[in-house]
């Protein structure tokens, strides 16, 4: 079992940056594959990213290419998504996920573990 807690959201303008971050607990960490989910006020929970377990494939989904890069440290149990040039459309509740399988996904059903959420909130 992984158990995840995220960290790093907050309130800041169009433009600027953030940096996210996912702690994990368990044995499992380096072994998952990991991703990053949104979900705005009334909208649908969607893909943002993932990560293999090794780091050496990521995926983003086209809206967050060029702007947000994640990245993970085994040794810290630690996934990170680095979110530059922050639009008001990228506010949302920013979740965690892990699935037990090394295989990047971007279905959200196919992630075993999620954490409580951080939001993100961008002005204009």
């Known amino acids: 079992q992984v158990h995840l807690v995220e960290s790093g959201g907050g309130l800041v303008q169009a433009g600027d940056s953030l940096r996210l971050s996912c702690a994990a607990s368990g044995r499992t960490f380096s072994s998952s594959a990991m991703g990053w989910f949104r979900q705005a006020p009334g909208k649908e929970r969607e893909f943002v990213a993932a990560?293999?377990?090794?780091?050496?494939?990521?995926y983003y989904t086209d809206s967050v290419k060029g702007r947000f890069t994640i990245s993970r440290d085994n040794a810290k149990n630690t996934v990170y998504l680095q979110m530059n040039s922050l639009k008001p459309e990228d506010t949302a509740v920013y979740y965690c996920a892990g699935r037990r399988q090394n295989v990047v996904v971007t279905a959200s059903a196919q992630y075993d573990y999620w954490g409580q959420g951080t939001q993100v909130t961008v002005s204009s």
């Open positions: 990560i293999s377990r090794t780091g050496g494939s990521t």
